[in-house]
């Protein structure tokens, strides 16, 4: 909740408050991290919705689909409704032919508080030290309270850093600790790896502790964060480091150091795509809804410009199967993308996944019947045996079974139809994502029998599809962007599937996987942090240095680039830096117990 106090407090200047989790720049703070803390600022400059809106978010396709004419009603349907009892036109025809609209974020990042001016912090800093009890009279917890300073300072010298934040603690009505946040930057990857800036910053907790307290030794701590692919709002790879002592600032994690893979996999996000199993299963999820009674979504022809027909398609596919030859059902479909599951190429496709991926095209409930019709017509009048997988146990296959044991036309009435092409992809999809981790020797058949199992429904089973999909597609991501052993990738897909087993699916799937930082080495010493701190910490003060790529977001207003440069580089001589070479941006936050 925010307050507004204007005179309240006998200052003269107005302030607002608002109880929040932590800022995200002091997270490598031990005493702050994911800690409630009690926010002033002069004014909010945006609501959190406006903020939502301006976060960089990986582009989402919205499918646009066009009503095209309606086909003449199959002659084994019921006039009177729908087979299914569902709420749609079977004949109903829908083409995606309209390109798909792109929504994209701006990548910029808006503060959403203006602060206070620099004075006007230490005046209410005062107050708060000297008067504890004011600041939670609306509320019974102890709280850090954090004072939000802008950019007013223009005419600080060089060597000066910009306060950025002022606080206190309070516990019980009394005073405990209090802090101080400030920044500098950017400052080049040079000008932070020399020893004067690790000696800076040492220096600054030693003036901190003071001298009585100076003969304690501190705990140094350090962190650093690699990302390896995407960034924080969208699909991404990252590396989080701990270790104990660094002897520069940005120095590489030791090959002991804790090391954590973080794997994001943002849904609609194509970073990691390795198949064409998601539009599969968006395909899967249309039809699924029909037969549950809402709406019927076919998605059509995959070229808009096909212009052959099911009736030609399925005569080829019957000719494939008659050789026994499915390395040539390549040659019916579109240009295959050269992903993952391609190059693992399956050895137990049969007539089924070749029906999938036709039928799975039909515009309408009408022309999907009529195409059964004339497949099971074809095999019974042209004496076709086609070829199936002896593992196929869809109802599709025992039905192809059924008909060349009979020799009789089997029954396609009400939502037989669906049901069979329901389950004729669900087979196919859980065949190629088991068939790339078997092949690969990345899981054995145990651990995927829980994914492989038919569910009690439809819909379980495809819920089992996704999950086991995105352990395919966390493997992948593993091989593309980390050069992990063949032994870690191991270790991670066994991990995935069982966190996985039962979790439910989310837009973000956030997965973190302990590894040997040995694994990694190329990635540490090569790369560049994206984020990297070092704490220095004593029974009295606790000094953070935390260095970003990017500027913090709570500086407002926003200072111009090149003056920062200007100011934050020695004038000594030229700055002489590879361009090659991040800069950094340092914040430097001290927090002091009191006696």
């Given at each position: 909740m925010v307050r507004q106090t204007n005179q309240r407090e006998n200052l003269s200047f107005d302030f607002q408050k608002e109880i929040v989790t932590s800022p995200k720049l002091l997270y490598h703070v031990p005493d702050l991290r994911n800690k409630k803390v009690c926010l002033y600022f002069a004014e909010r400059i945006q609501t959190q919705s406006n903020s939502d809106a301006t976060t960089a978010k990986t582009p989402i396709k919205i499918p646009s689909f066009r009503r095209l004419e309606t086909k003449p009603s199959s002659v084994d349907l019921d006039l009177t409704g729908s087979p299914l009892k569902a709420d749609f036109d079977p004949n109903e025809v829908f083409d995606d032919s309209a390109d798909h609209i792109i929504l994209s974020r701006p990548k910029k990042k808006t503060p959403l508080y203006r602060g206070l001016k620099s004075k006007e912090a230490r005046i209410l800093v005062s107050r708060l030290n000297t008067t504890p009890t004011i600041q939670n009279n609306d509320t019974n917890e102890d709280l850090t309270n954090l004072v939000l300073c802008s950019y007013d300072d223009q005419n600080q010298v060089a060597k000066h850093s910009h306060l950025l934040y002022l606080g206190n603690r309070v516990e019980g009505g009394e005073l405990v600790e209090v802090c101080k946040t400030s920044w500098k930057g950017p400052l080049s990857y040079k000008t932070l790896t020399s020893n004067s800036c690790v000696e800076e910053f040492k220096q600054m907790h030693m003036g901190a502790t003071g001298a009585r307290k100076a003969g304690q030794r501190p705990e140094i701590s350090c962190a650093a964060e690699f990302y390896l692919t995407g960034e924080e709002t969208e699909s991404h790879i990252k590396l989080e480091c701990a270790w104990d002592r660094s002897n520069v600032l940005l120095e590489s994690p030791p090959p002991d150091s804790d090391t954590k893979l973080k794997i994001c996999l943002v849904k609609g996000d194509t970073r990691f795509v390795c198949d064409d199993q998601n539009t599969e299963i968006e395909q899967l999820e249309g039809l699924i809804s029909g037969l549950e009674g809402a709406e019927l979504v076919w998605l059509g022809r995959h070229a808009q410009d096909a212009e052959w027909t099911m009736e030609e398609k399925i005569m080829e596919i019957l000719e494939i199967s008659r050789k026994n030859r499915p390395d040539e059902f390549d040659k019916l479909q579109e240009p295959a993308s050269d992903n993952l599951l391609n190059v693992n190429e399956r050895q137990d496709v049969d007539i089924t996944d070749m029906l999938w991926k036709i039928l799975c095209q039909c515009e309408s409930y009408a022309e999907l019947t009529d195409s059964l019709h004339f497949l099971f017509n074809t095999i019974l009048t042209e004496d076709i045996r086609p070829f199936l997988y002896s593992g196929n146990q869809s109802s599709m296959a025992g039905l192809l079974r059924a008909t060349l044991r009979t020799a009789s036309?089997?029954?396609?009435?009400?939502?037989?139809?669906?049901?069979?092409?329901?389950?004729?992809?669900?087979?196919?999809?859980?065949?190629?994502?088991?068939?790339?981790?078997?092949?690969?020797?990345?899981?054995?058949?145990?651990?995927?029998?829980?994914?492989?199992?038919?569910?009690?429904?439809?819909?379980?089973?495809?819920?089992?599809?996704?999950?086991?999909?995105?352990?395919?597609?966390?493997?992948?991501?593993?091989?593309?962007?980390?050069?992990?052993?063949?032994?870690?990738?191991?270790?991670?897909?066994?991990?995935?599937l069982a966190r996985l087993r039962d979790a439910p699916l989310e837009e973000r799937m956030n997965m973190e996987f302990n590894i040997q930082a040995a694994d990694v080495k190329a990635e540490l010493e090569t790369g560049r942090a994206t984020l990297w701190s070092m704490t220095y910490k004593n029974d009295f003060v606790t000094s953070t240095a935390i260095l970003q790529m990017e500027r913090p977001e709570e500086i407002y207003p926003h200072p111009v680039e090149s003056v920062l440069r200007r100011r934050s580089t020695d004038n000594s001589e030229p700055e002489s830096v590879e361009e090659s070479e991040p800069d950094y941006y340092i914040i430097y936050h001290t927090s002091i117990k009191q006696d």
């Open positions: 036309m089997p029954d396609l009435s009400g939502a037989k139809p669906l049901s069979l092409l329901l389950e004729m992809g669900i087979e196919k999809l859980k065949r190629d994502s088991s068939h790339f981790l078997l092949s690969s020797d990345l899981a054995s058949k145990e651990s995927l029998d829980h994914y492989l199992s038919g569910g009690s429904s439809l819909s379980e089973s495809l819920t089992n599809i996704k999950r086991l999909h995105l352990v395919v597609e966390t493997a992948f991501a593993c091989q593309t962007y980390v050069s992990l052993p063949t032994a870690s990738v191991k270790t991670i897909v066994h991990a995935a």
